[in-house]
């Protein structure tokens, strides 16, 4: 059973930066595809996408964080460690991230900024930034 778990949650200030970890384990046969995200929420709002990272690395970002968060991953041999750096965080970055996995497909051959397609998410680690 796959699982995906994300870290490194806390506060910080405008301006200043954060890093969150997910750990996506638990596969037991050779993962060709994938398209991994980090997703964000806030109380009455809709899950939003992020960024995103393929299996051949391309990444994808939204436009709200272009230029200010970095995706990476680092493929061991039985998991995979998903990374977002966040750099010069706003107010209005604050939310609970989630860390989502889909296999079987890279990210341009779905709608990857949407929500629904990935089957495997984590519980959600909370970001404040403060002004």
């Known amino acids: 059973q796959v699982r995906v778990m994300e870290s490194g949650g806390g506060s910080a200030q ?14 037991t046969r050779r993962i060709r595809y994938y398209c991994f995200g980090w997703f964000r929420q806030t109380p009455g709002k809709e899950r939003e996408a992020v960024a995103h990272i393929d299996n051949e690395g391309t990444t994808n970002y939204a436009s709200s964080v272009k230029g200010r968060f970095t995706i990476s991953q680092d493929n061991a041999k039985s998991k995979t460690t998903l990374y977002l750096q966040m750099d010069n965080l706003q107010p209005q970055d604050a939310a609970t991230y989630y860390c989502a996995a889909l296999y079987d497909m890279k990210c341009a051959g779905f709608p990857y900024h949407l929500p629904a397609p990935y089957k495997n998410w984590g519980q959600g680690t909370l970001i404040t930034v403060s002004s």
């Open 14 to 27: 405008a301006g200043g930066s954060l890093r969150l970890s997910c750990e996506v384990s638990g596969y």
